[in-house]
C-alpha cells in the first residue's frame, strides 16, 4: 500500500508569484483535501475534492485553488502570494464511502514567502 | 459557529510522568478522531471513537469518548520522549455531512 506523498517538499517564493504543490493520494482512496498548518497550531481546511470536482471549502480566498485529476492526485494552486501564506501546506486523502472522513495525511510542503 | 476546544495547548513533562488531554464541544459529535504529529511529518491517526462512553487503548495511550459524545480525553501514561508531538482532536459534528471540525492541538514536550 502506497501511502500519500507531496512535492516538493520545501519551497520558497517571493510576495506576488504563483505556486503550486501536488499531492498523490494513498492507493485505494479517491478524495483529497488540503489543509493550511501555521507551527504549533492544528491544520486549517482549505478545500476537499471528490470525482475531480471541488466537495466543500474552508474559509480562503479564490486565490487558492485545485485540480483533483483521474487518477485522484491532486494540485493546490496559489496566486499572488501573500507573506501570510507563509505555513506548511498538509494534503490528506480518504475514502468517500468511508463512515468517519479519516484523514491520511502526506508529510507536507513547507512554503516560504519572503 | 461550531468550536473544538482543546486543552492544554503546551504541556512540558518528565518522562515517566502520567498526563491527560482534552477535547471539548458544547455541540454533538457523530465521531471523534485523534492524531499525533512529530516535527516535519504530517498527522498521524491514532484512534476513531464513535460511541458515547467509548474506551479505546494502544498501548499506553487511553482514549475515552464522553458519555453525551460532547467530549473526550487522551491519557497517556509512563510518558517518554517518543511521545513528544503536536496532539490533534477533529471531530464530525451530528447532521454537518462528514465535515471535519479540528482542535488547535495540544503540544507535548517530554523530557529524558
Known amino acids: 500500500e502506497t501511502g500519500v506523498t507531496q512535492s516538493p517538499t520545501h519551497l520558497i517564493k517571493t510576495r ?12 485505494g482512496h479517491n478524495t483529497v483535501s488540503w489543509y493550511q498548518q501555521a507551527l504549533g497550531q492544528g491544520p486549517q481546511f482549505i478545500f476537499q475534492y471528490y470525482r475531480e470536482e471541488e466537495n466543500g471549502r474552508g474559509n480562503f480566498p479564490p486565490r487558492f ?9 491532486s494540485e493546490l494552486n496559489v496566486n499572488a502570494l501573500e507573506l501570510d ?10 475514502l468517500a464511502s468511508g463512515a468517519y ?10 512554503l516560504t514567502v519572503l | 459557529t461550531q468550536l473544538l476546544e482543546q486543552s492544554p495547548q503546551f504541556l512540558s513533562i518528565q518522562e515517566g510522568e502520567n498526563l491527560t ?37 494502544l498501548k499506553r ?8 459524545r460532547k467530549d473526550s480525553s487522551l491519557h497517556i501514561t509512563a510518558a517518554q520522549p517518543g511521545d513528544t508531538g503536536l496532539y490533534l482532536c477533529a471531530g464530525v459534528y451530528a447532521g454537518n455531512n462528514r465535515k471535519l ?3 488547535l492541538g495540544t503540544s507535548l514536550a517530554v523530557n529524558p
Open chain 1, 85 to 94: 501564506d507563509s505555513a506548511l501546506y498538509l494534503c490528506a486523502s480518504s
Open chain 1, 16 to 27: 506576488g508569484q504563483q505556486v503550486t504543490l501536488r499531492c498523490s493520494s494513498q492507493s
Open chain 2, 61 to 68: 495511550l487511553t482514549f475515552q469518548f464522553g458519555d453525551a
Open chain 2, 101 to 103: 471540525i479540528w482542535g
Open chain 1, 101 to 110: 472522513n479519516e484523514q491520511f495525511f502526506g508529510p507536507g510542503t513547507r
Open chain 1, 65 to 73: 485553488s485545485g485540480l483533483q485529476f483521474p487518477n485522484y492526485s
Open chain 2, 21 to 57: 488531554v482534552y477535547c471539548n464541544s458544547s455541540s454533538v459529535f457523530s465521531s471523534l478522531q485523534w492524531y499525533r504529529q512529530e516535527p516535519g511529518e504530517g498527522p498521524v491517526l491514532l484512534v476513531t471513537v464513535v460511541t458515547g462512553g467509548e474506551v479505546k487503548k
